[in-house]
């Protein structure tokens, strides 16, 4: 009998992938020497494989959960915070700060030993060591000197399409322009404000490729929420709606393996903070990290993408007060489905000129010279909602200043220790949580029928519109008409489905 194959951990990883690009699992049977059920359970428990992969040492062959895995997790997260900041951690360090985090969990068994920090150091391929700090500042000629001589080497050998940048922003996703005076310079780090607004991490390539949005919130399940299966953005939350590093590191490594399943691999430029940590074993995205101090200048989302993407998204909201203040029946009310509705659609009309633009006037491209004010949809017609609104409240403020109104809220910051503990233990709780309701005037969604849907395009004026109307030319007839015939199929499948139901149950009776 042959040898028994025992595969490492990156053993493993390197054969999900192949199969992950449809390679034959007959031919890597045959390759390793392995029956057809030691492949298929590989494949089985691939999402296990993948988190040990990322979390654990590539030789490792079987998977030990570690003694006191909470202290672990708090000391995992603090390291990677001082981590980002570049401050040097020193064995005998993460020894007494292990033993803090014990004695503020209550663990008064636990005594951090030389050995234990040996296997934690192990277990996350963690290397203590001196490391070199950044300045505090950065001059313009700092600036040019990086975008000249150190971005042309990190972005050797990748195409427009793969060169991505990303930042987070916050959004008062609530806020009419009637209130903008109340807000204005709010940093929002808490309280009362903090329950209206939301952190929306954005993403786009040099080649004008958008990301799918993240949304972070207050509410794990917001009642809102209820009965929809499924939101058009990414959701995640904590207490404060910021990104966090736990966050931060989900969402690459889930962005790493869909890349790694196209076959794709990226660069990813972000600004250096403690919620973008450095993140080991990413196999087909590369971080790269901004000198600090200089977002402002040479972050190609900074220079105009987030603000066509709020400007739109405010214009949707007047857009939604205006017709709601007119029709009676219907008082103006948003919740944060309203929120991400209104940003998914505002985030569809960015387009990738305006974001090839930006990253252009930060140095990424060929020109030196863009028009920094040239924004997407500067039609007249635009403004009409806000000019219809002004009208009726003399106290609306300039487009100007409601477009920017939170552009200084805070979307992420240095945790306390108490605070590293608080997210910690929040992450693990997060998965017996019951529905959480937000202090929010919101009705639960009544779930429309196949034929509600079916009556809104057939038996309204919407199907006619579309082919008689003034505006037709611009409107996609096509997919109207595979929507109705998507429905159609849809309600047959049910309605067979039913009756075959109702003819077994007269068999058995």
Not at 185 to 202: A, F, M, W
Not at 214 to 235: E, H, Q, S
Not at 431 to 450: F, G, L, Q, Y
Request: charged share 30%; with cysteine.
């Amino acid at each position: 009998m042959a040898p028994r194959h025992t595969f490492t951990v990156k053993e493993k990883v390197d054969i999900i992938s192949r199969l992950e690009n449809d390679e034959n699992n007959v031919d890597l049977c045959k390759q390793f020497g392995v029956s057809h059920s030691t492949i298929s359970t590989m494949w089985k428990n691939r999402a296990k494989i993948m988190q040990c992969f990322e979390s654990k040492s590539l030789k490792i062959k079987k998977n030990r959960n570690p003694t006191h895995q909470d202290i672990e997790n708090v000391l995992l997260v603090w390291f990677k915070a001082q981590r980002s900041q570049n401050v040097p951690i020193s064995g005998p360090l993460l020894q007494e700060k292990a033993n803090h985090f014990a004695r503020q969990l209550g663990k008064t068994d636990f005594k951090c030993s030389e050995s234990w920090i040996y296997r934690f150091r192990q277990r996350h391929d963690i290397v203590v060591g001196k490391v070199c700090g950044e300045a505090a500042s950065v001059s313009q000629n700092d600036c040019d000197n990086w975008l000249r001589t150190v971005l042309p080497k990190l972005t050797e050998g990748y195409t427009d399409s793969q060169i991505w940048n990303a930042d987070e922003t916050g959004l008062f996703f609530k806020l009419t322009p009637d209130r903008t005076l109340k807000f204005k310079g709010e940093k929002c780090t808490g309280g009362k404000l903090s329950k209206d607004r939301i952190t929306v991490p954005v993403a786009s390539s040099m080649e004008g490729e958008k990301r799918k949005l993240l949304v972070i919130g207050k509410a794990k399940k917001p009642r809102c929420f209820k009965n929809v299966k499924t939101l058009p953005v990414d959701y995640e939350a904590n207490k404060k709606a910021w990104m966090t590093s736990e966050i931060f590191e989900k969402v690459l490594r889930k962005w790493d393996s869909e890349l790694r399943r196209h076959n794709k691999k990226i660069i990813l430029i972000i600004d250096n903070c403690p919620a973008h940590p450095h993140i080991q074993k990413l196999t087909n995205i590369k971080l790269a990290f901004l000198p600090p101090n200089t977002t402002s200048v040479i972050q190609p989302i900074d220079q105009g993408i987030i603000k066509t993407l709020k400007s739109h998204c405010r214009k949707l909201l007047v857009e939604k007060m205006v017709n709601d203040n007119e029709n009676s029946s219907t008082p103006f009310a948003v919740n944060i489905l309203d929120g991400i509705e209104m940003l998914t659609t505002a985030w569809a009309r960015v387009t990738a000129d305006t974001i090839k633009k930006c990253f252009s006037h930060a140095g990424f491209g060929k020109f030196s010279t863009i028009n920094t004010n040239d924004e997407d949809s500067d039609d007249e017609m635009d403004n009409l909602p806000l000019a219809r609104l002004s009208s009726a409240e003399p106290t609306v403020t300039d487009w100007e200043t409601y477009v920017n109104i939170d552009d200084q809220v805070i979307t992420t910051d240095n945790l306390t220790d108490n605070e590293i503990i608080d997210s910690v233990l929040q992450t693990q709780e997060q998965e017996h949580e019951e529905e959480e309701h937000e202090e929010e005037d919101c009705n639960v969604n009544k779930i429309p029928t196949i034929r509600d849907a079916l009556c809104a395009i057939t038996r309204t004026t919407l199907k006619k519109y579309c082919l008689f109307g003034e505006a037709s030319n611009n409107l996609d007839v096509e997919g109207i008409m595979k929507m109705e015939y998507t429905l159609q199929r849809a309600q047959k499948s049910k309605l067979k489905q039913c009756t075959i139901t109702r003819f077994f149950n007269k068999s058995l009776v």
